[in-house]
């Protein structure tokens, strides 16, 4: 019988940490066996701000997982998503001569003009996470996908070249050495998603894809590959700070409310109803009109579609978008927000949901699971190149923490 491969995703939201332990048969095919959530304690915006609180935080949703999925985490092959405002993009051109051109383009020749793409200057914080080609072009012939086993005597590339922060990463990387995960690489969060929610038809013809957590996400693929990313400091949070304020009452309340009230459009309510909710002062529940609900939700959210609309267009790719906008993330889950997107945007919006895998209908029904799910399907379609492989500890750091294993027990 043929042995089942072992997969972990490692989201790092806004909003919370979500870990996702996934097992792949021969035949490609993911089914989730496993799942946890922890909020963001220690993260800000993706970011690491304090280690033993992100430690911590990260350590209770891998329990959760490993308890449902009856499995070690130290068995599976681990990949973690990175976002934040420090991420950035530029362009990277590299040109070698191929190597013994009546053979054809062999593997060596693609991975020295890659390794070419990357020479670029950068200051000493900062730091190539993805090497993404956008075309190869042999003897000047542009547009070339795949260029293996071609007749050519010069080969180019065009690349994306995601950078990130060194602090950012490394200090992933310091949560994960502390969580013995050893098995790992960094995956840029909008990239992730991807694979869970964009079949490659979408990103040939063209589609925005935009992540609605705690905060927006939005990345742009064209031609099957990323073109465009950009993070937003504002996001579902702010609808949810809006109803708190609003209804006078708890952040918490004003969440759950939100989700199983909300609506994107006050015009969508066809009656208004009373709602129960506990007053912020503490003395004790009080009702309140749906429709003032909905008043106080739809403004917001339309800011939001607009400040990303614009982000799309001030990109220079909204005209090629065939397959229009993909809305993921939790705030995807707001009623009515496709609709209005839609008329916001100017194209098709569809609410985009990990279906791409197997499991359990709270994560495959649900936007919120997209980027962990994708995670999942990084390790079978993406191409191992496009991600960052944390270093593996040194013998001095391997030694410490078996030292440090030695005094606990």
Request: charged share 25%.
């Amino acid at each position: 019988m043929a042995k089942l491969r072992r997969i972990a995703g490692i989201d790092i939201g806004s909003t919370k940490v979500v870990c996702i332990i996934a097992e792949v048969d021969p035949m490609g095919k993911i089914e989730v066996k496993g799942f946890g959530t922890a909020p963001p304690e220690g993260f800000r915006t993706g970011v690491v701000i304090s280690l033993d609180k992100a430690t911590d935080s990260l350590a209770s949703a891998i329990e959760q997982a490993e308890k449902m999925a009856q499995c070690r985490f130290h068995t599976c092959q681990v990949f973690t998503s990175i976002t934040g405002d420090h991420i950035k993009h530029l362009s990277g051109l590299g040109a070698v001569p191929v190597s013994r051109p009546p053979r054809g383009i062999q593997a060596r020749d693609v991975e020295d003009v890659i390794r070419q793409a990357q020479t670029i200057r950068l200051p000493n914080d900062e730091q190539i996470l993805h090497v993404i080609p956008t075309q190869f072009i042999v003897d000047g012939q542009k547009g070339v996908r795949d260029p293996l086993g071609l007749f050519g005597i010069r080969l180019e590339v065009e690349a994306l070249l995601i950078i990130g922060a060194v602090t950012a990463i490394q200090n992933i990387y310091r949560v994960l050495e502390r969580l013995d995960i050893s098995n790992r690489a960094l995956v840029l969060q909008s990239l992730a998603t991807s694979f869970a929610v964009c079949d490659e038809e979408d990103k040939e013809l063209g589609v925005a894809l935009v992540d609605i957590g705690g905060v927006i996400d939005i990345s742009i693929y064209r031609e099957g590959q990323i073109r465009f990313t950009k993070m937003l400091p504002v996001g579902a949070a702010n609808i949810t700070k809006d109803v708190a304020i609003g209804l006078r009452t708890s952040y918490q309340q004003a969440e759950v409310v939100k989700r199983e009230y909300g609506v994107a459009m006050a015009g969508m309510l066809e009656r208004d109803e009373a709602l129960t909710i506990e007053d912020a002062s503490g003395r004790g529940p009080k009702q309140v009109s749906r429709r003032l609900l909905a008043s106080i939700i739809e403004p917001r959210v339309e800011e939001l579609l607009n400040l990303t609309d614009s982000e799309v267009r001030k990109s220079g790719l909204a005209d090629g978008l065939s397959a229009g906008v993909v809305l993921t993330g939790g705030g995807a889950l707001l009623s009515g927000i496709d609709v209005l997107a839609e008329q916001i945007f100017g194209m098709p919006v569809k609410v985009g949901r990990p279906e791409r895998v197997q499991g359990p209908r709270e994560v495959v029904q649900n936007p919120a699971f997209a980027t962990g799910a994708g995670l999942i399907r990084c390790a079978l379609e993406g191409g191992g190149r496009q991600f960052h492989q944390l270093p593996p500890p040194s013998l001095g750091q391997r030694l410490w923490e078996e030292m440090k294993g030695w005094f606990r027990g």
